[in-house]
């Protein structure tokens, strides 16, 4: 059974940190793309970071670039995201995924071919 649960989440003040943790299990990472989602109440779920499983690069969406950082932890098969200078409009639902696609195009970050979603975390950022 391949899964993956998303940890870390919680409320934090603007500006504050947090890091998100999800550990994967039935599948290896390092032969894995890998992905965060977010989807805020009422809101479509959207891709804010990647590591693309052809290079390894690490992508973000322009909504979270230079404030989050993506990371993984082949040993422990965990992925991260450290999330600093946090701002209300991050407010949402966090999920990892094991993603196919994760590449920047004219249009943004685009992540998807997803085919194992973790459990969500709930990260709420207040004012």
């Known amino acids: 059974l391949r899964s993956a649960a998303g940890v870390g989440g919680g409320l934090v003040q603007a500006g504050g940190s947090l890091r998100l943790s999800c550990a994967a299990s039935g599948f290896t990472l390092d032969d894995s793309g890998i992905g965060w989602f977010r989807q805020a109440p009422g809101e479509e779920r959207e891709g804010v970071s990647c590591?693309?499983?052809?290079?390894?690069?690490?992508l973000y969406s322009d909504s979270v670039k230079d404030r989050f950082t993506i990371s993984r932890d082949n040993a422990k098969n965990t992925v991260y995201l450290q999330m600093n200078r946090m701002k209300p409009e991050d407010t949402a639902v966090y999920y990892c995924?094991?993603?196919?696609?994760?590449?920047?195009?004219?249009?943004?970050?685009?992540?998807?071919?997803?085919?194992?979603w973790g459990k969500g975390t709930l990260v709420t950022v207040s004012s």
């Open positions: 995924a094991r993603t196919l696609i994760c590449v920047d195009s004219d249009f943004g970050l685009f992540v998807g071919g997803v085919d194992v």
């Open positions: 590591i693309s499983k052809n290079d390894g690069r690490a």
